[in-house]
């Protein structure tokens, strides 16, 4: 069972009605000082004059639906992106090429097991995300409905208009997964749980794929790209409306499985575990992290036919063949792929989560999905030769 650890400084005693709550939890995250958020809320935000969740902002390759500025100032100040950054981080700090300023943190709640890695993982994925976005509804009810995700896995035609020229049909492995949520509510208990046999496991199928490590049929990695992973100036994760619509549908997908097993929203142990998710994320958003860290290069995607070095940090899409694929001692893939597009060469990927690698095809072609990282930072064998690799957090069949 993957656990995590928190800080010295979170151990202090229960109070009051939380007292029961608060007894489910380990004792490293029990905590109930006055003013505390993870019980109490955050005090109330301002409220945007208009509905609209979101403002068009166009960039050189893309148009980009970013939350509404006063959102986007909350976040700021609050320090979200850090955390949710440094809680993405801390998530790799067991597999990562070359481990983030996270896991350089003292006494920080790293999971002892990594992302993709077994069911803990899976779960606590889908209730950090739960967090966040309850918070975010309780702080701005005006836009509920307007935040209301897609009822079903979503066509091109169910995204905004500004946005639906940039989306791209799903693969056929991808369109299979969301089928099978789809199915969710007609099956019973018992087919629900042979195929997914515990929340974490249904989380961890939702964020990789069938296969342990990043599969093809992996829905969260293909929502969270599609639309938003091109290359261009890219503002911050959590300023993208697209963002909070994605894990709105993953978390109406869980709540769909835990109604199909016959679970409530509103059970302790679910309360429980949101408020230790909360304490972990204000632990990361209270750390004053290299700026480098987190805010990502402005720079162009390919120099000199090589992905960009100087292009660190940032996300991007590129359509590929399958050249070669090369294993090191430590049974660490490293994928070739030739994007076709004149003067440039092939490009190398890799990965900080462990690759399903049987599911890639030499001569196949695929999407690959991820954060550019300068080559000279990693331990890299002779075979792969590259200024810099694509660190993948989503692989899908081109349909």
Not at 299 to 327: D, F, M, S
């Amino acid at each position: 069972m993957s656990t995590t650890r928190l800080p010295h400084s979170c151990r202090v005693r229960p109070a009051g009605v939380f007292f029961v709550l608060l007894m489910l939890l380990p004792i490293a995250v029990r905590a109930a000082e006055v003013g505390d958020v993870c019980l109490i809320g955050f005090p109330p935000a301002q409220q945007p004059a208009a509905e609209n969740p979101y403002v068009v902002n166009s960039a050189r390759e893309n148009s980009q639906l970013l939350l509404n500025p006063l959102i986007r100032q909350w976040l700021k100040e609050n320090s979200w992106h850090t955390g949710y950054s440094l809680w993405q981080q801390s998530r790799q700090c067991s597999t990562a090429f070359s481990p983030g300023y996270a896991c350089t943190v003292k006494n920080a709640p790293i999971p002892s097991e990594g992302q993709c890695s077994s069911e803990p993982d899976g779960y606590q994925f889908l209730v950090m995300h739960r967090y966040l976005l309850q918070t975010f509804k309780s702080l701005w009810p005006v836009l509920d409905k307007q935040f209301a995700t897609w009822k079903k896995f979503p066509a091109i035609a169910d995204y905004p208009e500004e946005i639906q020229q940039q989306v791209y049909a799903w693969s056929d492995a991808i369109l299979v997964a969301a089928d099978a949520v789809a199915k969710i509510s007609k099956a019973n208990s018992a087919e629900v749980l042979q195929r997914w046999p515990t929340e974490g496991a249904f989380g961890q199928w939702l964020q990789c794929g069938a296969a342990k490590g990043i599969g093809v049929d992996a829905l969260y990695g293909a929502l969270l790209s599609n639309a938003i992973t091109v290359p261009g100036d890219q503002p911050q994760l959590l300023d993208l409306y697209l963002f909070w619509q994605t894990h709105k549908w993953i978390d109406s997908a869980w709540e769909k499985y835990r109604r199909a097993i016959g679970k409530m929203p509103d059970e302790p142990p679910l309360q429980a575990a949101l408020i230790q998710q909360c304490r972990i994320h204000q632990f990361w958003a209270q750390q004053t992290a290299p700026a480098d860290a987190i805010y990502p290069s402005q720079q162009t995607l390919y120099q000199n036919g090589y992905l960009n070095p100087a292009y660190t940090g940032k996300l991007a899409r590129i359509q590929a063949e399958v050249e070669e694929i090369h294993t090191d001692d430590n049974g660490r893939h490293y994928v070739r792929v030739n994007p076709h597009l004149i003067g440039v060469n092939a490009v190398w990927v890799a990965s900080d989560t462990p690759i399903h690698i049987e599911q890639i095809k030499i001569g196949g072609r695929y999407s690959f999905i991820g954060q550019v990282k300068a080559g000279k930072h990693f331990p890299l064998p002779e075979a792969v030769r590259s200024p810099a690799l694509l660190l993948l957090q989503s692989i899908q069949t081109i349909k």
